[in-house]
C-alpha cells in the first residue's frame, strides 16, 4: 500500500473546495431573473423581492444542489469499491426505489400535508420526504436481508436484489401511475424525474448534517476500502473484516441514498460518473478519492442545477436530463483519453 | 421479455381481428352514415358528446371520464393515456374521437388499420375547443346543437365579460401541480382562460404549455393572484405553502386561491362555467356585488388601470 501523499491530499482538495465555494457563490448570484445584489443585500431579511429571490429560491437550493452532489459521488465511489462492479451507482441499490415508492404514496394519500416543526415555530416540513426516506428504509431492509448470508453481504446478492427490487418499485409506480387521476400522474411524474427545488433551509440543514456525517464515517474506512478492491481475500489476509466493512458501508451509504432520493427524487448519472472522472483524474486512493469525489459532485450538480434553471427560461429542465447530457460525453472523452494513454498511443 | 411477447400477441389477435371485421363492414359500408356506436378517447370528448345530446351513443369512454353523471357507468375502454384496441374493437364502434396531441397517434393509427373510423380534434385554443364541438356535432349528423352549444358558451363568456370590465387586470399564477411547481404556459387554453378572466398569465410568455416554474421566477414576476390545483387536506389554507415569499402580492394581499374541479382543466363544454370559476378568483369583488356592495376592498372598478 502506497503512503497517502498528504501533499496531495491537501492540494487537490483545497483546489477542488476553493472552486466549490465559488461555484456556489456563482450560481446562487445566476438564474433565469436578473437579482439585484444591492437590493437584496439591504433588504435583506424583508420581504424584498431580490432578497427573497437570493435567500429563499436560491441559496438553500444551492446549498441543498451541493449536499446531494457529493452525497451521491461519494456514495457512488464506496458502492463501486463495495460491490467491485464500476457500474454500482447510488439509483441501483433498490434503497431509491423505495424512496420513490414511499413518495408518491405521499403524494398520492397526502399532497400538501405540512408538518409542523416545534408547534409551527420553526417552520413545516413536507410529509413527502418523510413517507421517502420511510421508503427507502424499508427497502433497504429488505435489500440486506436478501444479500446477508452468514454474516456476509454478497456483492452478487445485494446487486441483484437492488437491481430487482428496483424494477419490481418501477412496476408499482407505473401501475399507481395509471390509476391516479391525469393531473396527479402528471405530478407524479415530474416528481419522479427529480429536481433541486426547495425552500426550507430546515431539511436543507438536515440533509448536510446527514450527509457530512455519512461522509466523514465513510472516508475514515478509506484504507480498508482500498484493500477491499484487491478482493475479500486479499483484504482478510491484511486485516480488513470483509463482511463487517460491507455491512457498515452498506448501511450507511443506503440512509445518506434513502435521505437524498426523499428530497430530490432521483438524479441520476452524478454518483455513476463523478467517482470515475475523479478516479481518471487523481487515481484510486479512497482517501483521497472520496473527499474529492464529494467536492467534485458538489460542483458539478451545482453548475448543473443552474443550467437547468436557466437553460429552457422561465421553464426550469429537469437537473437529471443536464447531468446526463454534459456528463456524458465528457466522461467518455476521459474514457478513451485514458484507454489511448494505457496503450501507449 | 414478457412486454415484448404480449406486443406480438396483441398484433396478432388484431390481425386476425382487422380480416374479421374488415369482411363484415365492408358489407354495410355505404349504408353507415351516421355514427350510432362512438368510443370516446378523452374526458372532454365524452362531456362534450353528452353536451351534445348524444350520450346514449357512447359505447366506450376512458376511466378517466367522470363527468356528467352518466358517464361513470359506461363500459371503460382503458385510461386516457393508453385505451386499449381490443376492448375499443370489441365494443365495434363506427367513431372514434380522441383529442390530437393527447392521444397517441401510433395507437389513432392502429385504430384507423382495424377499419374504425377515427377523428382527432385540436383543443390547445378556445377557438379550436369551440369549432371542435362544431365539428363533432356535424359528424353525429346535427349541426345545430353544435351551434347551440357554441352559443350557450360565447354568452358565458360574454356574461364573465361584462362581469369584469371594470376591474384593472391581475396578472396571475395558475398552477396545476406544487411539488415541483407546475404552471399553465402559453399556446394553452387556459392562458387564454386567464386573459379572459381578466388575469394575465405570469407564464403566459413561454413556448409550453404547461412548465416547471422555478421559484424565484413566481417571486420575480410578484403575481397578484396565485390559482392553484387544491388537493388533499391543506386546501383551505392555500397561502401557507407561500407563507416565506412574502414579497408577492398574491401572498401579502392572501390572494391565494385553490381550485378543485375539472371544470377549469378540460377543454370541454365547460368552459364557460370554467371561467367563471377563474374570474371569481382574480377579481372576487366584480362578482359580490349584490352581497357587500359599499364594504371596503369590495369595489370592482377600474381605479387601479
Same mark, same amino acid.
Given at each position: 500500500?502506497?503512503?497517502?501523499?498528504?501533499?496531495?491530499?491537501?492540494?487537490?482538495?483545497?483546489?477542488?473546495?476553493?472552486?466549490?465555494?465559488?461555484?456556489?457563490?456563482?450560481?446562487?448570484?445566476?438564474?433565469?431573473?436578473?437579482?439585484?445584489?444591492?437590493?437584496?443585500?439591504?433588504?435583506?431579511?424583508?420581504?424584498?423581492?431580490?432578497?427573497?429571490?437570493?435567500?429563499?429560491?436560491?441559496?438553500?437550493?444551492?446549498?441543498?444542489?451541493?449536499?446531494?452532489?457529493?452525497?451521491?459521488?461519494?456514495?457512488?465511489?464506496?458502492?463501486?469499491?463495495?460491490?467491485?462492479?464500476?457500474?454500482?451507482?447510488?439509483?441501483?441499490?433498490?434503497?431509491?426505489?423505495?424512496?420513490?415508492?414511499?413518495?408518491?404514496?405521499?403524494?398520492?394519500?397526502?399532497?400538501?400535508?405540512?408538518?409542523?416543526?416545534?408547534?409551527?415555530?420553526?417552520?413545516?416540513?413536507?410529509?413527502?420526504?418523510?413517507?421517502?426516506?420511510?421508503?427507502?428504509?424499508?427497502?433497504?431492509?429488505?435489500?440486506?436481508?436478501?444479500?446477508?448470508?452468514?454474516?456476509?453481504?454478497?456483492?452478487?446478492?445485494?446487486?441483484?436484489?437492488?437491481?430487482?427490487?428496483?424494477?419490481?418499485?418501477?412496476?408499482?409506480?407505473?401501475?399507481?401511475?395509471?390509476?391516479?387521476?391525469?393531473?396527479?400522474?402528471?405530478?407524479?411524474?415530474?416528481?419522479?424525474?427529480?429536481?433541486?427545488?426547495?425552500?426550507?433551509?430546515?431539511?436543507?440543514?438536515?440533509?448536510?448534517?446527514?450527509?457530512?456525517?455519512?461522509?466523514?464515517?465513510?472516508?475514515?474506512?478509506?484504507?480498508?476500502?482500498?484493500?477491499?478492491?484487491?478482493?475479500?481475500?486479499?483484504?482478510?489476509?491484511?486485516?480488513?473484516?470483509?463482511?463487517?466493512?460491507? $455491512?457498515?458501508?452498506?448501511?450507511?451509504?443506503?440512509?445518506?441514498?434513502?435521505?437524498?432520493?426523499?428530497?430530490?427524487?432521483?438524479?441520476?448519472?452524478?454518483?455513476?460518473?463523478?467517482?470515475?472522472?475523479? $478516479?481518471?483524474?487523481?487515481?484510486?486512493?479512497?482517501?483521497?478519492?472520496?473527499?474529492?469525489?464529494?467536492?467534485?459532485?458538489?460542483?458539478?450538480?451545482?453548475?448543473?442545477?443552474?443550467?437547468?434553471?436557466?437553460?429552457?427560461?422561465?421553464?426550469?429542465?429537469?437537473?437529471?436530463?443536464?447531468?446526463?447530457?454534459?456528463?456524458?460525453?465528457?466522461?467518455?472523452?476521459?474514457?478513451?483519453?485514458?484507454? $489511448? $494513454?494505457?496503450?501507449?498511443? | 421479455?414478457?412486454?415484448?411477447?404480449?406486443?406480438?400477441?396483441?398484433?396478432?389477435?388484431?390481425?386476425?381481428?382487422?380480416?374479421?371485421?374488415?369482411?363484415?363492414? #365492408?358489407?354495410?359500408?355505404? &349504408?353507415?352514415?351516421?355514427?350510432?356506436? %362512438?368510443?370516446?378517447?378523452?374526458?372532454?370528448?365524452?362531456?362534450?358528446?353528452?353536451?351534445?345530446?348524444?350520450?346514449?351513443?357512447?359505447?366506450?369512454?376512458?376511466?378517466?371520464?367522470?363527468?356528467?353523471?352518466?358517464?361513470?357507468?359506461?363500459?371503460?375502454?382503458?385510461?386516457?393515456?393508453?385505451?386499449?384496441?381490443?376492448?375499443?374493437?370489441?365494443?365495434?364502434?363506427?367513431?372514434?374521437?380522441?383529442?390530437?396531441?393527447?392521444?397517441?397517434?401510433?395507437?389513432?393509427?392502429? %385504430?384507423?388499420?382495424?377499419?374504425?373510423?377515427?377523428?382527432?380534434? &385540436?383543443? &390547445?385554443?378556445?377557438?379550436?375547443? @369551440?369549432? &371542435?364541438?362544431?365539428? %363533432?356535432?356535424?359528424? @353525429?349528423?346535427?349541426?345545430?346543437?353544435?351551434?347551440? @352549444?357554441?352559443?350557450?358558451?360565447?354568452?358565458?363568456?360574454?356574461?364573465?365579460?361584462?362581469?369584469?370590465?371594470?376591474?384593472?387586470?391581475?396578472?396571475?399564477?395558475?398552477?396545476? =401541480?406544487?411539488?415541483?411547481?407546475?404552471?399553465? =404556459?402559453?399556446? *394553452?387554453?387556459?392562458?387564454?382562460?386567464?386573459?379572459?378572466?381578466?388575469?394575465? *398569465?405570469?407564464?403566459? *410568455?413561454? #413556448?409550453?404549455?404547461?412548465?416547471?416554474?422555478?421559484?424565484?421566477?413566481?417571486?420575480?414576476?410578484?403575481?397578484?393572484?396565485?390559482?392553484?390545483? =387544491?388537493?388533499? #387536506?391543506?386546501?383551505?389554507?392555500?397561502?401557507?405553502?407561500?407563507?416565506?415569499?412574502?414579497? %408577492?402580492?398574491?401572498?401579502?394581499?392572501?390572494?391565494?386561491?385553490?381550485?378543485?374541479?375539472?371544470?377549469?382543466?378540460?377543454?370541454?363544454?365547460?368552459?364557460?362555467?370554467? @371561467?367563471?370559476?377563474?374570474?371569481?378568483?382574480?377579481?372576487?369583488?366584480?362578482? *359580490?356585488?349584490?352581497?357587500?356592495?359599499?364594504?371596503?376592498?369590495?369595489?370592482?372598478?377600474?381605479?387601479?388601470?
Amino acid at each position: 500500500m502506497k503512503v497517502l501523499d498528504r501533499k496531495k491530499l491537501f492540494l487537490v482538495n483545497s483546489i477542488l473546495l476553493a472552486l466549490l465555494v465559488l461555484s456556489a457563490a456563482a450560481c446562487t448570484l445566476l438564474g433565469p431573473v436578473r437579482l439585484d445584489l444591492s437590493q437584496a443585500l439591504t433588504h435583506l431579511f424583508s420581504s424584498n423581492p431580490d432578497a427573497e429571490i437570493l435567500l429563499r429560491a436560491r441559496l438553500p437550493r444551492v446549498l441543498l444542489g451541493v449536499a446531494i452532489g457529493g452525497g451521491m459521488a461519494a456514495c457512488g465511489v464506496v458502492l463501486q469499491a463495495l460491490l467491485g462492479n464500476p457500474l454500482a451507482c447510488p439509483q441501483m441499490l433498490g434503497v431509491s426505489g423505495g424512496a420513490s415508492l414511499g413518495g408518491i404514496l405521499g403524494i398520492i394519500f397526502f399532497p400538501n400535508w405540512l408538518l409542523p416543526i416545534a408547534s409551527g415555530r420553526l417552520g413545516e416540513i413536507s410529509w413527502i420526504p418523510l413517507a421517502a426516506f420511510l421508503g427507502a428504509l424499508l427497502s433497504m431492509i429488505l435489500v440486506y436481508r436478501f444479500s446477508l448470508f452468514h454474516g456476509r453481504l454478497h456483492p452478487y446478492h445485494l446487486l441483484l436484489s437492488g437491481v430487482i427490487l428496483n424494477s419490481f418499485i418501477a412496476a408499482v409506480i407505473m401501475f399507481l401511475n395509471s390509476i391516479v387521476d391525469f393531473y396527479q400522474a402528471q405530478g407524479l411524474l415530474f416528481w419522479l424525474m427529480g429536481s433541486l427545488s426547495t425552500r426550507a433551509y430546515l431539511t436543507v440543514g438536515f440533509i448536510w448534517l446527514y450527509i457530512l456525517v455519512g461522509f466523514l464515517w465513510l472516508w475514515s474506512k478509506g484504507v480498508s476500502l482500498n484493500l477491499i478492491t484487491l478482493g475479500e481475500d486479499a483484504a482478510m489476509y491484511l486485516g480488513v473484516e470483509p463482511g463487517a466493512l460491507q $455491512r457498515q458501508v452498506f448501511i450507511a451509504s443506503s440512509l445518506m441514498i434513502g435521505a437524498m432520493v426523499s428530497v430530490s427524487g432521483m438524479i441520476g448519472f452524478v454518483g455513476l460518473m463523478v467517482p470515475h472522472v475523479m $478516479r481518471l483524474l487523481i487515481g484510486s486512493d479512497h482517501r483521497l478519492l472520496l473527499p474529492a469525489s464529494f467536492l467534485a459532485g458538489g460542483i458539478f450538480l451545482c453548475w448543473a442545477d443552474t443550467f437547468a434553471r436557466i437553460l429552457l427560461a422561465p421553464a426550469e429542465l429537469p437537473v437529471g436530463i443536464v447531468t446526463a447530457f454534459f456528463g456524458g460525453p465528457f466522461f467518455l472523452f476521459l474514457l478513451y483519453r485514458e484507454g $489511448r $494513454r494505457s496503450l501507449g498511443l | 421479455m414478457i412486454c415484448r411477447s404480449r406486443f406480438f400477441a396483441s398484433r396478432f389477435f388484431l390481425g386476425t381481428l382487422i380480416f374479421v371485421f374488415g369482411l363484415a363492414w #365492408s358489407g354495410n359500408a355505404a &349504408s353507415e352514415s351516421i355514427p350510432r356506436r %362512438i368510443v370516446s378517447l378523452a374526458p372532454s370528448i365524452t362531456e362534450t358528446v353528452f353536451a351534445l345530446g348524444f350520450g346514449n351513443r357512447l359505447v366506450g369512454v376512458t376511466s378517466h371520464c367522470d363527468y356528467p353523471a352518466e358517464a361513470k357507468r359506461l363500459p371503460k375502454i382503458g385510461d386516457f393515456m393508453s385505451p386499449s384496441l381490443e376492448v375499443i374493437a370489441a365494443k365495434q364502434p363506427d367513431l372514434v374521437i380522441g383529442v390530437a396531441g393527447a392521444t397517441d397517434p401510433a395507437r389513432a393509427r392502429e %385504430i384507423e388499420r382495424l377499419g374504425i373510423k377515427i377523428t382527432l380534434v &385540436s383543443v &390547445s385554443s378556445v377557438s379550436e375547443i @369551440l369549432s &371542435s364541438f362544431k365539428h %363533432i356535432a356535424a359528424l @353525429l349528423g346535427d349541426p345545430d346543437a353544435g351551434a347551440t @352549444l357554441v352559443e350557450k358558451i360565447t354568452a358565458q363568456f360574454g356574461k364573465v365579460k361584462r362581469r369584469i370590465a371594470p376591474a384593472p387586470r391581475r396578472s396571475t399564477l395558475l398552477a396545476v =401541480g406544487l411539488r415541483p411547481l407546475v404552471a399553465v =404556459g402559453g399556446k *394553452n387554453f387556459l392562458d387564454e382562460l386567464i386573459t379572459l378572466a381578466g388575469g394575465e *398569465n405570469i407564464a403566459g *410568455n413561454a #413556448s409550453q404549455p404547461w412548465l416547471n416554474l422555478p421559484d424565484e421566477y413566481v417571486v420575480a414576476k410578484a403575481p397578484q393572484v396565485i390559482i392553484q390545483a =387544491g388537493m388533499g #387536506s391543506d386546501a383551505s389554507r392555500p397561502t401557507r405553502q407561500w407563507s416565506d415569499l412574502k414579497s %408577492i402580492p398574491a401572498v401579502k394581499e392572501r390572494r391565494v386561491y385553490t381550485y378543485n374541479s375539472d371544470k377549469i382543466l378540460r377543454p370541454g363544454p365547460r368552459i364557460g362555467e370554467g @371561467l367563471e370559476e377563474i374570474a371569481r378568483l382574480i377579481h372576487p369583488e366584480c362578482f *359580490n356585488v349584490g352581497k357587500s356592495r359599499g364594504a371596503r376592498g369590495s369595489r370592482c372598478e377600474g381605479s387601479g388601470s
